[in-house]
């Protein structure tokens, strides 16, 4: 028998961490139908208006020895930019599981999310997310080796690049969560 619905492990993750650390002020909700939306966040309070979550999973994959001492976690997801542009999600959670089994989260507007898809992306983006034990993350698809050696020491040059602002920011939900329809 197939079954009525399934989350995969990201989308397991995302909600378990909601419900742990911010589950004081937020309930989640997994949607019975398949709309681009993976996860609905609510205020307990009743008060704001449902936050529609987008998660990806990725796990850790193994890196150069002279690009760990600094790298906690790798990650690389496959999007379509016309699914990310059509989006009804209000956030992208982007879920990176290390080969520890420690979690990393990056929290992104659709709208910031949809600036930073490259103008030569064509059907599929490769988005190669990287987080430094300074608490930063980049992009780093496109660099070469010298460039992500550089990263761990001086960040990316092109804005674009950098995630770092988004890691761990589930302040978002606040945020998405006080708008009015």
Not at 51 to 66: N, P, T, W, Y
Not at 78 to 87: E, F, N, V, Y
Not at 141 to 170: A, I
Not at 172 to 177: M, T
């Amino acid at each position: 028998m197939k079954p009525i619905f399934t989350i995969h492990e990201g989308e397991f993750l995302a909600g378990d961490y909601i419900n742990r650390k911010l589950g004081h002020k937020y309930d989640v909700w997994v949607p019975t139908k398949d709309s681009g939306v993976d996860l609905l966040v609510t205020r307990k309070s009743l008060k704001g208006k449902a936050v529609g979550l987008q998660v990806k999973f990725s796990r850790c994959f193994d890196i150069r020895a002279e690009l760990a001492r600094h790298l906690i976690a790798t990650s690389w997801f496959t999007l379509d930019p016309k699914k990310i542009r059509i989006s009804q999600a209000d956030l992208w959670v982007f879920v990176i599981l290390t080969l520890r089994h420690d979690q990393h989260f990056v929290v992104i507007s659709k709208q910031e999310l949809q600036k930073r898809i490259p103008r030569n992306a064509g059907k599929k983006w490769n988005l190669y997310l990287w987080v430094y034990d300074n608490r930063t993350c980049y992009q780093v698809r496109d660099l070469n080796m010298e460039q992500k050696f550089d990263t761990m020491h001086r960040g990316v040059r092109n804005r674009q690049h950098d995630f770092s602002e988004w890691l761990e920011n589930w302040n978002l939900l606040e945020r998405f969560n006080t708008k009015t329809t």
